[in-house]
């Protein structure tokens, strides 16, 4: 049986950066049911005054920040040297580790669309201070596994077992050994995904409309969803160190359904958290900002862990 449904939430809308107004979907509160993810934002706006005066130049340490865009343009530079622009299509995997600061200005697209979301995922104590990296992925290199029924499942991360064998995302050597796909599922089709069974699972949808297989809080048949409704998925009793596979359902309405659906290993650790950093103890975030302000908070050389 596909597993229940833990939480539904829609989000609140919140100002970041230097004013992008976006939807949080869930963040600090809610982070240790969503372990190992700590914040997923949708920035999706038409609106330039939304987001145009962007993320300015900010530290982040033992986190890795993720950011998905569907329509626009961001432009990145960070303290290890990279700079570049993310479009329609494109993904921008940063892993903090030890410390970088960087600097995103989403520019739109010519019609003045913004359409992206950005997911933070925690890295455990073992690599809070790895060595950070960068790495651009393009649309081109995103490979569309084609499903059962119709149903299509961009791999950003993880492996998908398609009809023409397993495709896997170019988001490989990731340590919360994450699942990161963008589904699309056709009007009327329901749609069984296998997940991995003591993992986190989420989805988040973007669009179209349906359903959820599986009761929630006050529900007594399965949960309906729309744009902009996350779930948080019940993991069975127990399956915390279990192996293989349970899954998680969806049924397409009459436009059809997209979502987003998010895996990964919960890490079971503290959590200290104070703005773009996030640690394991109040001592390591007075370390970090300590540092911040004396100018010693990077620890490795300009163009480390380059990928491209």
């Known amino acids: 049986m596909p597993r229940d449904v833990e939480l539904v939430l829609h989000g609140e809308p919140v100002t970041e950066g230097a ?42 340490r033992g986190i890795e920040t993720i950011t998905y865009i569907l329509r626009g343009d961001v432009e990145h530079g960070d303290s290890m040297g990279n700079k570049g622009v993310i479009s329609s299509g494109d993904v921008q995997w940063m892993t903090a580790g030890s410390g970088i600061i960087h600097q995103e200005m989403p520019k739109g697209d010519a019609h003045g669309a913004m359409h992206g979301f950005q997911l933070w995922a925690n890295l455990p104590a ?3 201070m790895m060595e950070p990296r960068y790495r651009s992925i393009t649309a081109a290199e995103i490979p569309v596994a084609q499903l059962a029924q119709g149903v299509t499942a961009r791999v950003i991360a993880g492996t998908v077992h398609g009809a023409a064998g ?17 589904l699309t599922v056709p009007a009327g089709v329901t749609h069984e995904h296998p997940v ?32 902009r409704t996350l779930v948080l998925f019940r993991r069975p009793d127990g399956a915390e160190r279990a192996e293989g ?4 359902a969806f049924r397409a309405g009459g436009d059809g359904l997209r979502l987003l659906l ?47």
Do not use: Q
């Not at 939807?23 to 914040?39: N, S, V």
């Not at 397993?166 to 963008?182: E, H, N, Q, R, S």
């Not at 104070?274 to 010693?296: Q, S």
């Open 19 to 60: 004013g992008v107004r976006l939807r949080r979907m869930f963040g600090y509160f809610e982070a240790p049911m969503f372990d190992p993810f700590l914040l997923l934002d949708d920035f999706r706006s038409d609106r330039p005054e939304d987001f145009i005066k962007g993320f300015p130049w900010h530290p982040h």
């Open 126 to 128: 073992s690599h809070k």
């Open 166 to 182: 397993p495709v896997t995302g170019p988001a490989a050597d990731i340590v919360t050994d994450p699942g990161y796909l963008d």
């Open 196 to 227: 991995p069974r003591g993992h986190t699972a989420i989805a988040y949808v973007i669009g179209g409309a349906g359903a959820v297989a599986g009761t929630a809080a006050g529900n007594t048949g399965d949960t309906a969803v729309a744009d």
């Open 245 to 248: 596979e349970d899954s998680v």
């Open 262 to 308: 998010f895996t990964g290993r919960p890490m079971g650790e503290p959590v200290a958290w104070r703005g773009p950093i996030v640690m394991n103890t109040d001592a390591e975030l007075e370390t970090a900002f300590r540092e911040v302000r004396a100018g010693t908070f990077i620890r490795h050389p300009a163009s480390a862990g380059l990928d491209r």
